[in-house]
């Protein structure tokens, strides 16, 4: 019997999602070691229980906790994948202001609507417990067939734990700071090849902090260059990812 595998999504743009519908044959070999039982990008139907659940986007509405926690129940292992489940993403910006002014700028006059209510984004981890994450805003499609492979085996899935400037540095790129340009890729998750910083775009932190992010060094690169912490702190919240995490 093949894992049944179900795929669900809450607040989000669905790009995550599309990049597994977008792996053309190489969800042929997917669909080789699981059961896709619900997609509901690419087929029709449901199940009533899981093998692995794999949650996209983030949780901005109290409905959304409860459809979280059915699928909780109904699932052996779940998933958060992608920047909004994992980190709660771009959504999360909304809880750094006043609930009631961001309704108002959002709906105008229709602010007070009664479907709306002042519920924080959180992160999937935040609301249920999780098993296992892939991070990215888009995830990294290989990462995702290696992660889903392994959990279908049984296996605990490892992400790097180091940071995107190892990455970098392997690809022979022009480190950013050096044209002037403020990165985050020193206390950023490596995993997706360094792929802004090779196109010339800084690292915004979309995979989430590496594991005991090396503070000093990116106040070191921060001093060599002329740059203050309060510049990076406007990049850490892109990504909703925990500012404190620089003294
Ligand atoms: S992580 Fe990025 S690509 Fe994925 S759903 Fe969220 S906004 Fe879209
Ligand atoms: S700081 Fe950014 S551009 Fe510089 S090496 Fe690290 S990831 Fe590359
Ligand atoms: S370089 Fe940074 S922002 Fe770009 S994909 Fe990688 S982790 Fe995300």
């Not at 992660?147 to 734990?161: E, R």
Request: glycine fraction near 6%; proline fraction near 6%.
């Amino acid at each position: 019997m093949k894992p049944k595998v179900g795929f669900f999504d809450f607040t989000c743009c669905e790009g995550c999602q599309l990049q597994i519908a977008d792996l053309e044959e190489e969800i042929i070999g997917l669909a080789a070691i699981v059961d896709i039982v619900e997609f509901r990008e690419v087929l029709t139907g449901s199940a009533p229980f899981y093998d692995i659940a794999l949650i996209e986007g983030s949780i901005t509405r109290i409905a959304d906790e409860e459809r979280l926690r059915d699928i909780r129940r109904r699932s052996k292992i779940l998933v958060e994948f992608g920047a909004c489940a994992h980190l709660g993403g771009v959504n999360k910006l909304k809880n750094l202001r006043d609930a009631t002014t961001v309704r108002r700028e959002v709906y105008g006059d229709a602010w007070n609507m009664p479907h709306l209510d002042t519920y924080p984004t959180r992160a999937v981890h935040e609301v249920v417990k999780v098993d296992a994450a892939i991070p990215g805003c888009p995830i990294n499609r290989q990462e995702f067939l290696t992660i889903v492979k392994m959990l279908a085996m049984g296996l605990p899935p490892k992400l790097p734990d180091y940071p995107v400037c190892v990455e970098c540095k392997k690809r022979d790129n022009v480190c950013l700071f050096d044209i002037g340009q403020v990165c985050l890729g020193p206390v950023t998750r490596a995993g997706c090849d360094a792929i802004c910083p090779a196109n010339k775009a800084a690292c915004e932190g979309c995979r989430g902090l590496v594991p005991d992010p090396n503070k000093n060094s990116m106040k070191e690169v921060l001093a060599k260059n002329g740059l203050s912490l309060d510049e990076v702190f406007r990049m850490f919240t892109m990504y909703a990812i925990d500012p404190e995490v620089l003294p």
